[in-house]
């Protein structure tokens, strides 16, 4: 396997599966857990993700589709899809501002289709969004729940705003079209956790 990214959570990296170009995603041994309590929460989070990634493009949202699964080495072998991260086309020098705007917009729709189907995606930044095939797909739901509460659907929004602001100098038109895309594809509630959003911003700048 050809390493991409090495994170907190988990190792990244490319190989061939079935004559195929494959990503394998694979959540290593945490030494400082006891065993039988990581290999739980291992095992948890595997499936987590999978059940996830499977309930996201049945609502209509882009995602790898999982072609393999190794609960004895928690990992997951999934679907190449090829493009950049959104964050870098949001960051891209001489990215133009139309191209930049229905990025955020397709973005916002995706988010928006997730919600309505009661999914929270739990680390929703534009490194884990591929710009692909003229549209969005959305990376890594490990930390994302079905039948979402309020509050996590709230939290992906204002991640979302968190993550504009870092990333853009632009940042408001930008979440303005985020929010038109992911209104459009929630109309019935997303009012609600528009709310809930601006209630844990209010949160996070005072405590």
Not at 73 to 98: C, F, H, I
């Amino acid at each position: 396997m050809v390493v991409q990214a090495e994170g907190a959570e988990a190792v990244v990296g490319e190989e061939t599966f079935l004559g195929l170009s494959c990503v394998r995603k694979t959540r290593p041994v945490k030494r400082y857990r006891h065993p039988a309590l990581d290999r739980r929460l291992r095992g948890e989070r595997l499936r987590t993700e999978v059940r996830l990634l499977r309930d996201a493009r049945r609502a209509g949202v882009r995602t790898p589709v999982v072609l393999d699964v190794d609960l004895e080495a928690s990992s997951l072998m999934l679907e190449k899809l090829e493009g950049p991260t959104l964050a870098a086309v949001l960051t891209e020098a001489g990215g133009t501002e139309a191209t930049r705007g229905t990025a955020c917009q397709q973005w916002g729709h995706a988010l928006g289709q997730l919600h309505r189907a009661g999914i929270s995606h739990g680390d929703l930044t534009a490194s884990n969004v591929l710009s692909c095939e003229g549209n969005v797909a959305l990376l890594d739901l490990s930390l994302g729940a079905r039948a979402a509460s309020l509050e996590a659907l709230g939290v992906d929004l204002h991640l979302v705003r968190e993550d504009l602001n870092t990333l853009c100098s632009d940042a408001e038109p930008l979440f303005a079209r985020f929010l038109a895309g992911y209104r459009a594809a929630f109309p019935q509630g997303h009012a609600e956790v528009e709310e809930r959003a601006q209630e844990i911003q209010g949160r996070v700048r005072y405590s």
